[in-house]
């Protein structure tokens, strides 16, 4: 059975989201620079500085030429296709096809695969363009199917083909490979920032341009190119692209950092990288932003080598498509080592303190991932390896650490809080970012990622957590954190490319940088459900609120504490408030009067003032074709050891609480559990959620209303934090999530001596036995928090 061809599938082969090493540009004897542009560009799809004898080269090499070898045996030009499992009737086939001889002219020009400069190969490889050039991709034939096939995915395998095997295409062959592309990506491709000519999609688009304009010596499609990237630089306040909180968007409603952001980086750097230097350099004083990006928008989604599924969209359920050793790995940690590779080129087209800097970041990064370390990855190309293995042997790169503190990003309802030792992230949904993206099959039951999903990783441990078949295989019902109604959806529900969103505007925070309080009014996919839910950020845990639970959907709504991949055949322990639980498959429980709970290896729940709470441990199977009809039906079974609060048949007013503590042994979620003056639930309903904890400093409440939780008082919808600190200040954090708030006033009942700063929207603040602060207004904040920083009385 045929596979589908992906744009997973192509960025991996093609590298527009990785790939390649950057090159000074060359000095010719002869020729323009075109022919200068040229010979960078293929230096640039091979790699340079790289020993093809040693690892990890020779091996990749040899893999690309079995791979070629294998092709160049199955091609077989016919009417209709030029591979018998990729009729060239379905636009994703055109595009698959083009990448077999991609992968062939790849193993022709490389050094040690066994077939270098193989005359008869490139023969074959200019046979089978011909024959794609007469049956499917000519000036004479009309875009059907996917339109990314035609202006993204052909074209740029075409081009890299061409500049492979220039040498041996006649003068013709390549005009006519040319006037193919300028048939499907006309200069009128980018004439107007809007459609499918934004964000990722606008910058494959101007790559094609470029090449065209490099290969067919037209210095006017290389200057429509680099100035049609203009508008994908500066920031945004809606629709696609970058944000000035350093979230990325892409089809208008999606969170899509780490995958079409993922996609505009790389090919991003590939453009800086190339037209460094030649009549042709971006030089618009925007790319900045790009650059920026790196740190502001990348990094703090990139965690030992991973890339965090809450900024992936789609690409969650490209886990592993393969029928063969080709087959692409994907996931998180394959999504991640395309990113580093792609800093790493990016860092040749910026300042050197940038650079240096970026490497420092990508050294880490490749040595803390021992789960799916970086140089075995043999989806990465030859020349990402080399990018990368560079800045592994470079001693004067000291890697840097991965880092502590909290990152909001309100303009795609995402959150990462980071501690020493561990990472989560926190997916919602909004009016302004939906459910889930569906589309080309793919993702058909990703429905409730956006209903509070937490995820979480460990420094050393529980990297593989959402790689390992978690996708297929969880119960899609039952993704951790989310609060959900059991009612039965249909695959894509809701509808493609992010049309399902919940009418609900409170979503959002405040963060002082290091600890946060996370708010989402949580309205169900093709549901009634209807919830509070707040996550309360701190040290070594997060405090996690449901309230206000209601449905009518005649079905069982839950919160889900915990949903752990266990593996193939993990038997990992679960201690209840002490005493050890059975680790037989299709164990269940009602644990009453539950204080705490600690699964051996992963971490700690602490359920304050004691909870019932189920429990199941299960294998469940599925496969890859399950939640994308593109991947390998091939069945995978994993464990699971799952935790939640059931709330019943069309509850009314539910609540629950709970504390997540990542790492945590046994014997400190037990101490935490029997400390019961840690934590203060100050309000846990339709109104209000909030929470004190004194040993921290720390009051936060997510005023859904106005009204009073503890101290703190809001005369409308707000989120505040308040942090006391050791030095006799505090630092009030206040946000309008609704961005709704045309004036606010904000009371904590603290003795407050002074106001040492206020950012420029508070018009008031007194002092004395309390501090009031008044905002004015906070409809243009986009959700950032405003900070207040106080001496106390």
């Not at 707040?534 to 919160?559: I, K, M, P, Q």
């Not at 019961?676 to 004194?694: F, P, S």
């Amino acid at each position: 059975m045929s596979t589908p061809w992906s744009r997973r599938s192509f960025l991996r082969l093609s590298g527009n989201a990785a790939l390649l090493t950057a090159i000074p540009s060359l000095a010719f004897a002869a020729g323009d620079e075109f022919d200068t542009l040229r010979g960078t560009w293929r230096k640039m799809l091979l790699g340079s500085g790289f020993d093809p004898a040693a690892a990890p080269f020779a091996g990749k090499l040899a893999l690309l030429g079995s791979q070629a070898a294998d092709h160049r045996s199955a091609m077989a030009a016919v009417a209709g296709s030029l591979w018998p499992d990729l009729p060239l009737t379905v636009s994703s086939s055109i595009t698959g096809s083009y990448a077999r001889l991609a992968t062939m002219a790849q193993a022709y020009a490389q050094p040690g695969t066994g077939l270098t400069g193989d005359t008869a190969l490139a023969a074959e490889i200019r046979t089978g363009l011909d024959h794609l050039y007469d049956q499917a991709y000519n000036p004479a034939k009309s875009q059907f199917g996917n339109w990314w096939d035609f202006q993204i995915g052909s074209p740029q395998l075409l081009l890299d083909i061409s500049t492979l095997l220039h040498d041996h295409l006649s003068a013709t062959r390549l005009a006519n490979y040319l006037a193919a592309v300028d048939r499907f990506v006309p200069d009128s491709a980018v004439a107007h920032y809007t459609g499918t000519s934004t964000g990722a999609n606008r910058v494959d688009l101007c790559r094609s341009l470029a090449l065209r304009g490099v290969l067919g010596k037209n210095a006017a499609k290389i200057a429509l190119a680099r100035d049609a990237l203009s508008p994908v630089f500066p920031f945004v306040s809606s629709g696609d692209g970058f944000y000035a909180d350093g979230s990325f968007v892409q089809h208008t409603y999606l969170s899509y950092t780490g995958s079409y952001g993922a996609v505009l980086l790389g090919g991003l750097a590939v453009l800086f990288s190339l037209l460094s230097g030649s009549t042709w350099a971006v030089t618009d004083p925007h790319r900045q932003i790009v650059l920026d990006s790196v740190e502001k928008s990348y990094a703090p989604f990139l965690h030992n080598g991973l890339m965090m599924d809450a900024v992936s969209g789609r690409s969650t359920s490209r886990g592993n498509p393969r029928t063969n050793s080709y087959g692409f790995q994907g996931g998180d940690h394959g999504r991640g080592h395309g990113v580093l590779a792609s800093i790493a080129l990016l860092g040749t087209a910026a300042s050197g303190a940038e650079n240096q800097r970026w490497r420092a970041l990508v050294k880490g990064w490749t040595q803390r991932d021992y789960y799916s370390p970086v140089l075995t990855d043999t989806d990465l190309s030859v020349a990402a390896l080399a990018r990368i293995k560079a800045v592994l042997d470079d001693n004067a790169v000291i890697a840097l650490p991965e880092p502590t503190g909290h990152r909001l990003f309100p303009s795609m309802d995402r959150a990462v809080h980071r501690r020493p030792g561990w990472a989560a992230s926190f997916s919602m949904a909004s009016k302004r970012m939906g459910f889930y993206e569906t589309g080309n099959g793919e993702n058909l039951r990703g429905w409730h990622a956006g209903a509070g999903m937490l995820q979480w990783w460990g420094d050393t441990y529980a990297n593989g957590q959402y790689t390992d078949g978690f996708w297929p295989t969880v119960d899609p019902y039952r993704l951790p954190g989310t609060t959900v109604s059991r009612k039965v959806l249909a695959d894509a529900e809701g509808g493609a490319w992010g049309l399902p969103r919940p009418d609900a505007n409170w979503v959002g925070g405040a963060t002082d940088g290091e600890y946060a309080a996370l708010g989402q009014f949580l309205r169900g996919l093709s549901s009634s459900l209807y919830a509070k839910k707040s996550w309360f950020c701190l040290a070594d845990a997060v405090v996690c609120l449901a309230g206000a639970v209601r449905s009518t959907d005649g079905a069982a709504v839950e919160t889900v504490v915990e949903n752990r991949n266990l593996g193939a055949t993990g038997t990992q322990a679960l201690t209840v408030n002490g005493a050890a639980q059975p680790t037989a498959l299709g164990w269940s429980a009602t644990l009453s009067g539950a204080r705490w709970a600690q699964i051996a290896g992963h971490g700690g729940y602490v359920f304050p003032g004691g909870a019932t709470v189920k429990a199941l441990r299960e294998a469940r199977t599925g496969s890859w074709h399950d939640i994308n009809t593109g991947g390998t039906t091939d069945p995978i079974t994993r464990r699971y050891l799952t935790l939640w609060f059931d709330h019943g048949v069309d509850p009314v007013d539910a609540a629950c609480s709970y504390l997540l503590m990542p790492g945590a042994t046994a014997g400190a979620t037990a101490a935490r559990a029997a400390d019961t003056g840690w934590l203060t639930v100050l309000a846990n309903d339709n109104n209000q959620q909030g929470v004190r904890v004194g040993s921290l400093g720390v009051t936060a409440v997510n005023f859904w209303f106005a009204g009073t939780a503890g101290t703190l008082t809001a005369d409308g919808p707000a989120c505040v934090l308040v942090r006391e600190h050791g030095d006799g200040t505090a630092t009030v954090c206040v946000s309008d999530p609704m961005r709704m708030r045309t004036g606010l006033t904000v009371t904590w009942n603290r003795p407050v001596a002074s106001v040492l700063s206020t950012p420029v929207t508070v018009t008031s603040a007194t002092t004395g036995s309390a501090l009031s602060l008044t905002f004015a207004d906070l409809t243009g904040q986009a959700g950032a928090t405003q900070r207040i920083r106080v001496a106390l009385g």
